[in-house]
């Protein structure tokens, strides 16, 4: 009998503190991108959350490689939107971002100017609580980060 009562309030304490959410974060995996310059930079115009930030500097610092001998590539970042709506049944979070890219090479006089714009939502519906919500939120956020580095792989 012991063992039962232990068995059942074992199992009432797992289950108070099991959180299971319905939205799982993930990790984004993105590519290495290399320029043929020998200095780069980032400048963030706009304001933008903490975990987005954090997220952008360690694509910049990890993923973009400088290989050359002169110039300079300058990633600017800029025009930072996140919108989150109430739809039938849930949210939505719409987020997106405008960028630039200026590579300059001295030795040859050369400057190449690259533009962009990128977007990315997600949705949540049924039940749900806030902590879904944020996670939510970070992975559009990842998604985003994600789709600049796609799209200024296709742009070099």
């Not at 009432?12 to 099991?18: D, Q, T």
């Not at 954090?54 to 600017?76: A, H, M, P, Q, R």
């Not at 919108?83 to 050369?110: H, N, W």
């Not at 949540?124 to 939510?136: A, F, I, K, P, Q």
Request: proline share 2%; charged share 20%; hydrophobic share 40%.
């Amino acid at each position: 009998m012991k063992k039962l009562v232990f068995f059942f309030i074992a199992f009432l304490v797992v289950g108070c503190y099991a959180n299971d959410s319905l939205i799982d974060p993930n990790k984004p995996k993105f590519e290495t991108i290399s320029f043929d310059v020998v200095q780069k930079s980032i400048v963030i115009e706009t304001k933008i959350s903490d975990h987005l930030n954090s997220l952008i500097l360690g694509w910049f610092n990890n993923k973009i490689k400088v290989n050359g001998f002169d110039g300079e590539v300058k990633f600017t970042i800029s025009d930072y939107i996140q919108e989150i709506s109430t739809i039938s049944d849930g949210k939505r979070v719409d987020v997106s971002l405008a960028f630039e890219v200026e590579i300059y090479k001295p030795s040859t006089s050369k400057q190449k100017f690259i533009k962009g714009n990128v977007s990315s939502y997600g949705m949540v519906t049924g039940s749900y609580n806030l902590n879904e919500l944020d996670t939510l939120i970070q992975n559009t956020q990842n998604n985003l980060v994600l789709k600049l580095s796609s799209d200024l792989k296709l742009k070099i």
